[in-house]
């Protein structure tokens, strides 16, 4: 690849992302899952292999596909599957962005059979799943990491307690108040909260247009 015009300024440089949704297994044939489409994190993946980076898109169940030679699809189905899998990447990487709804709960125990509706009520038991985020936070060397946060209220605070929490360099606010924005549509309306405190508020855009938004702002960032 010739990068002539100065325009693949991510060239050399390996981007982990997260996609989609998790599911957890509550026994052979049904699982807890949740609505991401897994939309976003694939047009990140494609805006980042469109500007040079070799791309890792570790993602769970979804119908979003790619061929784009630079980007390497590792599927995953459980959070825990996702924790391991993107482990085994973050040290290479230099740029991690973590879009995927993981599931913070899990079945304690996974039935081995299916189950039956002998009783009128069921109780399952679930537990806290890994953090995934917070895991690289704890571990990040040069790495600049940058999570996604879904709230429905007080937004600014939560979000910017993740930043702080999660040691992230970068947060990307997701309102689920916005209409048009969230998990199935094809637009979303974010804000980013970077560590130094910058507030970027943006208006309804295509989910392509945040991913090249979102990439502007971690290129700036990096080379400042
Ligand atoms: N995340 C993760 N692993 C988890 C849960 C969340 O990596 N087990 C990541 C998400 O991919 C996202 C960020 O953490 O980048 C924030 O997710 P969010 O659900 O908004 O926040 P939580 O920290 O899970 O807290 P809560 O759901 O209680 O608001
Ligand atoms: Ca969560």
Redesign the pocket.
């Known amino acids: 690849e010739q990068d002539v015009l100065g325009k693949l300024p991510l060239r050399g440089k390996k981007v982990l992302i997260?996609a989609g949704p998790t599911y957890e297994a509550i026994d052979p044939v049904r699982f807890i899952g949740n609505h991401s489409s897994g939309k976003m994190g694939f047009e990140i993946a494609k805006a980042a292999a469109n500007l040079g980076a070799e791309v890792i898109l570790v993602s769970g169940p979804t119908n979003q596909k790619t061929t784009h030679s630079n980007i390497q699809v590792c599927p995953v189905v459980s959070?825990n599957d996702?924790?391991n899998e993107v482990h085994k990447h973050f040290d290479s990487s230099q740029i991690a962005i973590?879009?995927?709804?993981?599931?913070?709960f899990t079945p304690k125990v996974v039935a081995s059979q299916k189950i039956k509706k002998k009783s009128d009520t069921l109780t399952l038991q679930l537990e806290k799943?890994?953090?995934?985020?917070?895991s690289l936070g704890a571990i990040k060397k040069e790495q600049f990491l940058v999570?996604?946060?879904?709230?429905t209220n007080n937004e600014l605070e939560?979000a910017k307690g993740?930043l702080k929490r999660?040691n992230l360099n970068l947060i990307v606010l997701n309102s689920l108040n916005d209409k048009g924005a969230g998990f199935k549509t094809d637009t979303n309306k974010v804000t980013f909260i970077d560590d130094k405190d910058n507030i970027l508020e943006f208006q309804l855009k295509s989910k392509t247009e945040v991913a090249s938004d979102l990439l502007n702002k971690i290129i700036s960032e990096i080379n400042a």
């Open positions: 997260t959070a996702m924790y973590l879009s995927a709804a993981v599931a913070d799943t890994k953090d995934i985020l917070a999570g996604f946060a879904l709230e939560n993740k999660k």
